[in-house]
């Protein structure tokens, strides 16, 4: 590709011009402009805004990944399976408590409400 080839014009959007009927990257720039370079084959970024970027495969890199989004320890899968299994039994022990009123409402040991 020579120089000639690229269009220096100030407001042309990027090499491709203006009508290019390809697809553009679909990331914001620094200014909050749209990015006018095309989006790379198969994806929707160029190559400037991670359109090469396949993510994390082995299993050490997703580990990398997981640690370093985690800010605090509240929603890890251990503190969700642990607040569903508290509310699980607090849920049995209303449905007790509320079976016990029941009972004594019924022997008249205790008021209607």
Do not use: Y
Request: net charge positive.
């Amino acid at each position: 590709m020579t120089l000639a080839s690229f269009n220096f014009q100030k407001g042309i959007s990027w090499q491709f011009g203006p009508d290019w009927p390809g697809i553009r990257c679909l990331a914001k720039t620094r200014h909050g402009t749209e990015c006018k370079k095309p989006a790379l084959k198969g994806r929707n970024r160029c190559q400037l805004h991670g359109g090469k970027s396949c993510g994390a495969t082995t299993k050490a890199g997703l580990e990398r990944l997981t640690a370093a989004k985690i800010k605090h320890g509240r929603f890890t899968k251990g503190k969700r399976a642990e607040a569903k299994h508290r509310a699980e039994v607090g849920r049995r022990v209303l449905a007790e408590l509320k079976r016990i009123e029941g009972q004594l409402e019924d022997a008249g040991l205790m008021p209607d409400n």
